[in-house]
């Protein structure tokens, strides 16, 4: 059970650590290639690109975990302290839509011969890989708003 627990606490920020650290290094070593070698990394590019959008969509999980995306509060602030918590059910029953929308799409247009049929220029890689991040962070994402609407369904007060 620890270890589940520590996964729930963690597992968004550790992927992202790790591929922040991907871009921070594969971005050096392009540097230190070009300028000091007079010769850079074909691929490195674009894999720093592929590593960058996989981080942006794991990022936006982990943002929802940490409860820190940017909020419009105006409606929020008018009412009365009873009514935020349906106000804030509301807003995740609607993000969540919103979200699993998302994925359906996204694995939709995954699913298409043209998409499946595509590879990186450099790399070779699957097109589809790459397009998996946005189903894959909407699923997380999903997921920490899930938890998060069921601490407010509870009456929990602790942060998203």
Known sequence: MNTLK?????????????LLAGIVLLITANVVMRYVLNASLAWG???TLWIFVWF????????????????????RDLVSDKHKRYLDILVDILVMGFLIVLIVECLTLMSQPFVQSQTSVVLGLPIPILYASAPVGAALSTFRIFQHLLRTLRGDQKPA
Do not use: C, M
């Not at 940490?66 to 419009?72: D, F, N, P, Q, W």
């Open 45 to 47: 590019e674009e894999l």
């Open 6 to 18: 520590w996964l729930d606490a963690n597992f968004e920020r550790l992927l992202v650590a790790l």
């Open 56 to 75: 942006v969509w794991l990022s936006v999980s982990y943002a929802f975990q940490k409860g820190a995306h940017v909020r419009i509060t105006i409606l």
